[in-house]
């Protein structure tokens, strides 16, 4: 069960981080498009950072910690059921 838990989260990471990584990228060839005077989407990418792509950066940094977290805990957790045995 925890096995498949944290396959699910860390899949669920993997989709958000290209979802963060394809917002700065748009991002850079927006500006890009800015100072160059062609519209490239800068506005929509405006409206879209609250409530888009601020949640996003934020539940990557919350399950990235997440993860380790329960990953180092259950290392320790192995690792004394281990040396009970």
Known sequence: ???KLLN???TALVADFFLVLLSFFWLAIAVIGHTLHIP???D????????VFTPAIGI???GSIISGLTSWIFKRLDSRQQLKN
Do not use: I, R, S
């Open 44 to 51: 929509l990418w405006y409206k879209l950072w609250q409530p």
């Open 8 to 10: 699910w989260l860390n």
């Open 60 to 62: 990557l940094m919350a």
């Open 40 to 42: 490239l989407g800068l």
């Open 1 to 3: 069960m925890k096995d």
